[in-house]
């Protein structure tokens, strides 16, 4: 932290020039007699921090303190220029005061919902895959609030959900093999992606300016009760931090957004337990992102096998297909490792089927997603394992090899998104 003293200015360290240098920002650990202007959060690589924009006698001068964790100190660095511009992919400013509500579902609790859908405000409930966070489709504040709460890049569009195929058609173009699909699947865990029609009324913020929609019709009844108690499109990505692991229980998405967002609907634990599976409809069918529907069944429905994205949709910095899809994901904060045929000392255990992996006496955590090796039961139960045993801290988490068949794709793929170096 430089100190506001007569140091000569140096180029590379803006605020160290005279006209840019602020005493009462960057004073002390972490400038505590600065007054900031603004508390913004961050999340990066896996850590949340708190910004303090400083004095506008510096103009973009930013102080980033990274919270503490456990007995560490909290951190603190300062960058210049727009948050962007440091470097923090995924900042936003957050509304950090809300308080928020927990209902039980209900009649009285999808009333509550669309009340505070209607007030612009934001609503996590549960569907059969994961709990996802709404948001009046038709009203670009509320999704802009969306987008900050979830620390989430504007880049990365929301699915719109309706409660029936009529509400679909009154966002979406469905040809044949759209209609098709969403006739046998729907509601269910699926997602389409089809063009807009004319005079779309989700708004663009929330397509990310694309000329396509995702839209989906969730089975489970309580998303159902507040959709139909709402009466319009309700975008909703699951309700976590960007980049954490989906919330399958109320309390995964209360230790997430509190604060954040105004309304937690909670009807227990999901179903399914990963997210919707994505087609793309544009031109043939496109599997964009594997999920609770497998590709077996979507294939019988077609007759034809479902088109791969293209490799380059895997980058991280350009608008991805699917940005589900983006390379780290999904992901615990501690080192996950795949395919283990053996527990290290410390390491913490995610087991599938019946097999006794060498060294699992020294394993922190041990827990098993499905004894008798049923990938939908593995499914279900993938995101609330991971969050418990990272809850514990341990060196890793050893994951064992899960079959790529049926679920298994789409376990595997947000297994390999959870394990990408970060
Ligand atoms: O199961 C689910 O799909 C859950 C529940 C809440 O419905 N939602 C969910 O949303 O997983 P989210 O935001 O986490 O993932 C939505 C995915 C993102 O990868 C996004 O890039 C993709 O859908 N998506 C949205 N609109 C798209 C579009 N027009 N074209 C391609 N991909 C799109
Ligand atoms: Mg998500």
């Known amino acids: 932290m430089p100190p506001a003293t007569s140091r000569p200015a140096q180029p590379n360290r803006p605020w160290t020039r005279p006209e840019n240098r602020c005493r009462k920002a960057f004073r002390g650990t972490g400038g505590r007699s600065a007054k900031p202007l603004e508390n913004v959060d961050f999340w990066k690589n896996g850590r949340s921090g708190r910004i303090r924009t400083c004095d506008p006698c510096v103009p973009n001068a930013v102080l980033y303190r990274a919270e503490p964790h456990s007995d560490k100190r909290p951190a603190y660095s300062v960058g210049f220029g727009a948050p962007q511009a440091a470097g923090l992919r995924n900042f936003v400013p957050v509304r950090t005061g809300l308080k928020t509500l927990i209902l039980p579902a209900g009649a009285a ?10 007030a612009g405000g934001l609503v996590a409930f549960p569907t059969e895959t994961v709990y996802g966070l709404g948001a009046d489709a038709a009203n670009p504040t509320a999704i802009a609030h969306l987008y900050a709460a979830k620390g989430r890049p504007a880049f990365n569009p929301l699915i719109a959900h309706v409660p029936d195929i009529s509400a679909a058609q009154r966002i979406g173009r469905f040809d044949a093999r759209a209609l098709q699909l969403a006739e046998a699947f729907w509601p269910g865990p699926l997602t389409l992606v089809v063009p807009k029609i004319e005079g779309c009324p989700v708004a663009d913020l929330a397509t990310a300016g694309l000329d396509t929609v995702a839209i989906r019709i969730p089975a489970h009844p309580v998303a159902q009760a507040i ?14 931090i960007s980049g954490h692991v989906s919330p399958t229980l109320a309390a995964h998405v209360e230790s997430d957004l509190s604060g954040r967002i105004d309304l937690i609907i909670d009807g227990g634990p999901v179903e399914v337990g990963v997210e919707s599976t994505i087609v793309g409809c544009l031109n043939a069918p496109m599997l964009l992102r594997p999920g609770g529907l497998s590709r077996e069944r979507i294939e019988a429905v077609l007759g034809a096998p479902l088109a791969r994205p293209p490799l380059d949709a ?22 996950v490792r795949l395919n283990a045929r053996e527990v290290a000392p410390g390491e913490a255990l995610l087991a599938f089927g019946l097999a006794r992996l060498p060294g699992i006496e020294a394993a922190s955590a041990v827990m098993n997603l499905s004894p008798t090796a049923d990938l939908d039961e593995a499914a279900a139960n993938l995101f609330g394992y991971l969050r418990e045993l990272d809850a514990k801290s341990p060196r890793a988490i050893a994951v064992m090899a899960i079959p790529e068949e049926d679920l298994g794709e789409a376990i595997n793929d947000r297994l390999r998104r959870a394990a990408v170096a970060r």
Do not use: K
């Open 227 to 240: 959709l139909r108690a709402f009466g319009g499109a309700v975008v909703a990505p699951s309700a976590n």
């Open 109 to 118: 609790g999808a009333e509550a919902a669309a009340r505070t859908l209607t």
């Open 314 to 335: 895997e980058s991280d910095d350009s608008q991805p297909l699917a940005p589900g899809m983006l390379a780290s994901h999904y992901a615990p904060r501690a080192p």
